[in-house]
């Protein structure tokens, strides 16, 4: 059998017959784009060190929020605005990409909220916080005045939400720590809606508030039976108008903490036990 080679020449034109022939080209001649989900970080816009302190104080943030859940408010007031103004700091900085003072600032915040954790922990096992949690509070009055204050601030709803803000949940925790052992106060809690919407609507959703702060507060220690529960729809609100602004503080709970010590020496005056 004889072989004919072919000239390079001749070989040339036979695969460019071949691709045309078959309709090759267009798949080899373009090549399709990268798709993004192979390639989700796009190069126009890299991570860069901000992210990284963004997401460092993000952390610290939490952090210092379970610890004054935990009671380092309490036990630790002083501390507690130190680290509070140099969370501020480091968010401004990062605000305004002063990012090695930013850093510098993390790393400071991140020790001194370890050694806050470290001393809450040994004052929580050896129970020597009993002064500080009641330190200003000399006296009964003084007490449920501060727990009213802690349960009503940040105490507002999303429009048609019943759930609670983060921030509310702590105040929450704060202020159950102050009563859950004296079993004479007693909580009074009524849920608020704004003036959007039909009227029975905002009844059920602001008793929806209400019984949501209620179940809070008894997981975190209050008995049912010291719990009353109300709902006034916008019937009451706090600021009147129709202002976003407005609506959003008359979308709340407000609740009154009653001594029921002092309701039965009251001889029956209602206001007299309400803080």
């Known amino acids: 059998m004889k072989i004919t080679l072919l000239q390079p020449k001749a070989l040339g034109s036979c695969l460019v017959i071949a691709l045309l022939s078959t309709g090759c080209s267009s798949r080899f001649m373009q090549q399709e784009p990268l798709s993004e ?54 968010k401004n900085e990062i605000g305004s990409g002063l990012l090695y003072d930013a850093a510098n600032d993390i790393i400071i915040q991140r020790r001194l909220l370890s050694r806050l954790e470290k001393q809450l922990n040994y004052v929580n096992e050896h129970q020597v916080c009993e002064l500080a949690k ?33 921030k509310y949940i702590i105040r929450l925790a ?49 008995e049912p039976s010291r719990i009353e529960i109300s709902a006034v729809g916008s019937n009451e609100p706090l600021i009147a108008g129709s202002e976003m602004s407005v609506r959003l503080i008359n979308r709340r709970v407000s609740i009154d903490v009653i001594d029921k010590t002092i309701r039965s020496a009251g001889e029956g005056d209602d206001h007299a036990n309400n803080y």
């Open 37 to 90: 989900a192979r390639y989700p970080v796009e190069v126009d816009s890299p991570l860069g060190p901000e992210h990284g302190l963004r997401f460092d104080f993000t952390l610290l943030v939490q952090q210092l929020d379970i610890l004054i859940l935990e009671g380092a408010e309490l036990c630790f007031p002083a501390t507690v605005v130190q680290a509070h103004g140099r969370e501020l700091r480091i």
């Open 134 to 166: 009641t330190e200003g509070m000399t006296s009964p009055g003084a007490l449920a005045e501060k727990v009213s204050q802690l349960l009503n601030v940040d105490n507002q709803f999303a429009v048609g939400s019943s759930s609670l803000n983060p």
């Open 174 to 222: 704060q202020a159950v720590e102050l009563i859950k052992d004296i079993p004479q106060y007693h909580l009074s809690i009524t849920g608020h809606a704004d003036d959007q919407g039909k009227d029975a609507d905002n009844v059920i959703l602001s008793r929806q508030r209400a019984e949501q702060v209620s179940r809070y507060i008894q997981v975190m220690g209050v």
